[in-house]
């Protein structure tokens, strides 16, 4: 029998839940691998649908396989009709996390028998919502705006037709390549909140979509996905701050947070901040963009500070880097976290599938966690229950 770990209010920090064939960090070493693979050589060579397939089906597509994956994509690309009629009548003001999260079920409404654990039907579904996020995405931020719902481009690749569908322009190749290289960066990371929340729901049966929209509600909160809306809300204040550096101390003095700063695991460096942080000084050159150089003087000035203070494994995280490329591409600054789920979306499926089929750890186990009573009241088991009238 294994040893019982009990390690208790540390949000499972170093605490192994599950077995996972899907992705691996090193977080000494700044390392990530998808499926056995550099994070470095996918961004470099690969491309977002080669790198689902290669999350959902477990190896790498023949030419032939990418082909017809590809193509499968764009044809399951548009969404209900009833859903887009619905969302029409939703709040305008509605934050687009919310809206994401709340068209999920609806799409279940669609499909026959949304519960049934059949993989074949969980790797098709599963391929219609990497399809249909960004549409869904896109047709929000068009309707809130009054704007008309675009119908998908099948000529486009993925991140080119959501640029698309969202600015009703069809993107320039450097820029729709760039955001191709942020989804594959955003593809998976192990057992990160939103995909152990995706895989807590899924194990006790309920439905692919059911998970997905639980990971849509833990990426939405400001300490996960929601972390790159809070880095550009920060750039946006400090674009005319002629004192840059006096603001980090006194941020830090005073024991507040600098946003995108610090990671859960990576102790020397996110590989994924590296690539966005060439991305964003590039894109910021050709546009003449002045957030580079604000990120970089937060990063200069707050590295310092830690390191005067010995927290040296305090570094810039993927969304400190990822918030102004997306701005530089025109994306909204609450459309940042979707667009991320966009993305996640491919891995939290494949863990999904992995957790309802036990691909890598025996057989399924639901999720049953052990709290430890503190309560005290008028005794731990000891209170004794009076009338309403007879209560002082």
């Keep these: 029998m294994s040893e019982e770990i009990r390690v208790k209010n540390t949000g499972l920090r170093g605490v192994t839940v599950a077995d996972s064939a899907i992705s691996f960090i090193d977080g000494e070493k700044g390392v990530l691998i998808y499926r056995g693979y550099r994070i470095e050589d996918l961004a470099d060579r690969s491309s977002f649908m080669e790198t689902a397939f290669l999350l959902l089906f477990g190896t ?3 030419a032939e396989q990418l082909t017809a994956f590809t193509r499968q994509v764009k044809e399951m690309r548009r ?20 809206v994401l999260q709340a068209a999920v079920p609806m799409l279940s409404m669609a499909e026959e028998h949304s519960d049934v654990m059949d993989r074949d039907l969980c790797l098709q579904r599963s391929i219609g919502l990497v399809a249909q996020l960004p549409t869904l995405v896109a047709a929000w931020h068009r309707i809130r705006s009054n704007q008309p719902v675009l119908e998908p481009d099948p000529e486009l690749d993925h991140a080119g037709n959501f640029l698309w569908m969202l600015q009703g322009k069809k993107p320039d190749a450097a820029t ?40 849509l509600g833990a990426l939405s909160g400001s300490l996960h996905g929601g972390a790159n809306a809070k880095v550009m809300e920060m750039l946006l204040k400090l674009e005319n701050e002629p004192d840059i550096e006096g603001w980090v101390k006194k941020q830090l003095s005073e024991g507040d947070r600098i946003m995108g700063m610090g990671h859960a695991i990576y102790k020397t460096g996110d590989p994924r901040a590296v690539y966005l942080k060439k991305m964003g000084q590039r894109l910021g050159e050709q546009t003449g963009g002045k957030w580079a150089a604000i990120s970089q003087k937060i990063e200069e000035t707050a590295l310092a500070i830690f390191a005067e203070r010995g927290k040296t494994t305090i570094l810039p995280n993927v969304d400190f880097n ?9 994306i909204p600054t609450d459309l940042m976290t979707p667009v991320f789920a966009i993305s996640r979306v491919a891995g939290w499926c494949a863990h999904i599938i992995e957790e309802q089929f036990a691909d890598a750890q025996g057989k399924p186990a639901l999720y049953r966690p052990q709290a430890q009573y503190v309560g005290e009241y008028c005794g731990l088991m000891g209170c004794e229950y009076s009338p309403v009238d007879k209560r002082k």
């Design 60 to 62: 790498l597509p023949s």
């Design 322 to 330: 990822s918030a102004p490329v997306y701005y530089l591409m025109g």
């Design 176 to 215: 729709a390549h760039d955001l191709d290289v942020c989804l594959v960066l955003h593809a998976d990371h192990t057992f990160n909140a939103s995909t152990f929340a995706a895989r807590e729901v899924v194990s006790t049966r309920a439905s692919l979509f059911a998970g997905v929209a639980a990971g």
């Design 79 to 98: 969404v209900p009709e009833y859903l887009l009629e619905s969302m029409k009548l939703w709040p305008k003001n509605a934050r687009p996390m919310d």
